[in-house]
T-cell receptor, first 114, second 108 residues
């Protein structure tokens, strides 16, 4: 069964450093998402991406964040200058269409900012 | 976004049915209800979704109240692997808005 994959599974970085989290969505999906979950808290929407542009973003997704689909398979989330409060699990998801369609989530990347 | 209310936690014994309720009284008439779950240390996983009538799939059943202000996810025979946090999520175009969900504990 097709699945969303994410790398790395765990990333440790120093505050102020840039990190890139990578995701490979399911191949025939057209919509891509990033969510995050701070330890012990809710899963929070960050951004959705369609047709090579952001279609919706949350208040969390400020200028420090960016997303890109650099080729036909990868979908990346970049955090330019990490803060301690960016420490969280980051989940990538994809779906064939938006709205009512099922979103398939990856296993997540645990980001630890020291 | 429509607001949902779910119990914080529920307990079940293995192989017994489980009914997980959700109130979504502010849902609009065209919004689907989605249920996802999150097993420990994993990403969320789709369970089922529906609009008005009851729905069944290999994982669960979804019973939606006639006035659509509430729904119930039914696991017909809980297994240890069903221990997870279950979220009911009304449609919100382009994104899933997760609440705190219901933590289901399953005892052998």
């Amino acid at each position: 069964e097709p699945e969303v994959t994410q790398t790395p599974s765990h990333q440790v970085t120093q505050m102020g450093q840039e990190v890139i989290l990578r995701c490979v969505p399911i191949s025939n999906h057209l919509y891509f998402y990033w969510y995050r979950q701070i330890l012990g808290q809710k899963v929070e929407f960050l951004v959705s991406f369609y047709n090579n542009e952001i279609s919706e973003k949350s208040e969390i997704f400020d200028d420090q964040f960016s997303v890109e689909r650099p080729d036909g398979s990868n979908f990346t989330l970049k955090i330019r200058s990490t803060k301690l409060e960016d420490s969280a699990m980051y989940f990538c998801a994809s779906s064939t269409v938006a709205g009512t369609d099922t979103q398939y989530f990856g296993p997540g990347t645990r980001l630890t900012v020291l | 976004d429509a607001k949902t209310t779910q119990p914080n936690s529920m307990e079940s014994n293995e192989e017994e049915p489980v009914h997980l309720p959700c109130n979504h009284s502010t849902i609009s008439g065209t919004d689907y209800i989605h249920w996802y779950r999150q097993l420990p240390s994993q990403g969320p996983e789709y369970v089922i979704h529906g609009l008005t009538s009851n729905v069944n799939n290999r994982m669960a059943s979804l019973a939606i109240a006639e006035d659509r202000k509430s729904s119930t996810l039914i696991l017909h025979r809980a297994t240890l692997r069903d221990a997870a946090v279950y979220y009911c999520i009304p449609d919100s175009f382009q994104k899933l808005v997760f609440g705190t969900g219901t933590r289901l504990l399953v005892s052998p």
